[in-house]
């Protein structure tokens, strides 16, 4: 039996996977070799970036377990995986939540304090001082309340802003939130909301879901952050309502298509700042997603659930799945 990786693992991490699995044969596919390897796996952990022939690992028919090293499912839940009732798939839902959060801040506060502007004119040695807006006060709308954005939640609180979210599953609202909505009240939240940020999964009810209407449904003078995925949005609506001055400003980590293509008018609006879907990365993200993916490769063998495992169709877990630190 065998457990393919595709992730930058380190000899560390393949020994420790080794250790928790000891009657697999662990092999590390890298991004090189995950297309010809993954048919050969019954366990996969990774995050494949490059395209994999889903049709020839279903037709191999040994696959039985995803361990993603990934929250966003996107990359691997095409439809002959959600329809196999053999493959469990399993996510980093808020594995990353510290560090999407960090990321969060800087293009939030990078915003509304006008970042990207002064960037242009210190590049320019320029000493340009003009009004910028803070946050204290405002209402701040979080669009999917999971471990990304219940950990914002947690963070932002001290601003004294009012929090407000909708969820698919709407259950256990944390004190820092004011308001938790069922997902079909978001037109409500974008109208109460000066800045809105984006913390869903995508998948078929949310692709796209940011259109033209949604844009005229938000506060005019509000800002978008969006940390999720990029399909979420439709860019060309985006941009009209920035340029129209409906959205005061944008920070996107994540884009339609990425990377974000030369001739986007994103790249020139200097109300918006844009990262390279860096959210999740940072020098421990092997470490953490390892450990999860170590604990449930021992939950899995024993027989227990894994954590995280995910409602394929809907591409995310059912809150009490989620792996919250429990010890084991
Ligand atoms: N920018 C990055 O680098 C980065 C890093 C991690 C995750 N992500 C993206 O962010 C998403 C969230 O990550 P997470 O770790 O918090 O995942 P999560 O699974 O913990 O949370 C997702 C939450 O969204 C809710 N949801 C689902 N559909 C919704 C809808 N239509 N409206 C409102 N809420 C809805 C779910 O119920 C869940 O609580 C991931 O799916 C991934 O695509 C991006
Ligand atoms: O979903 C995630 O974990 C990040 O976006 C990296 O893919």
Known sequence: MRIVLCYPVGKKHIDQIQAAAPDFEVVNAGQERIDELLPTADIFIGHAKVPVNWDRV???GKLRWIQSSAAGLDHCLVPGVIESDEIVVSSASGLFAPQVAEQTFSLL???????????????KREFVRLPTDDLRGKTVGIVGLGGNGRFLARVLAPWDVRIIATDFYPVDCPA?????????????LLGESDVVILTLPLNGDTKGVFDAERFATMKRGSYLINVARGSVVQEQALCEALASGHLAGAGLDVTEVEPLPPESLLWDDPKVMISPHVGAQSARRVDDSTALAVINLRRYQSGLPVYN????????PHPSSVYRGQAD
């Open 109 to 123: 506060f990078g915003v509304i304090r006008r970042a990207p502007l002064f960037f242009r004119a210190e590049a």
């Open 58 to 60: 279903l037709q191999a």
């Open 176 to 188: 820092e939130v004011s308001e938790l909505w069922p997902a079909d009240q978001l037109d409500r």
């Open 309 to 316: 495992r995910v409602d394929k169709r809907l591409g995310f």
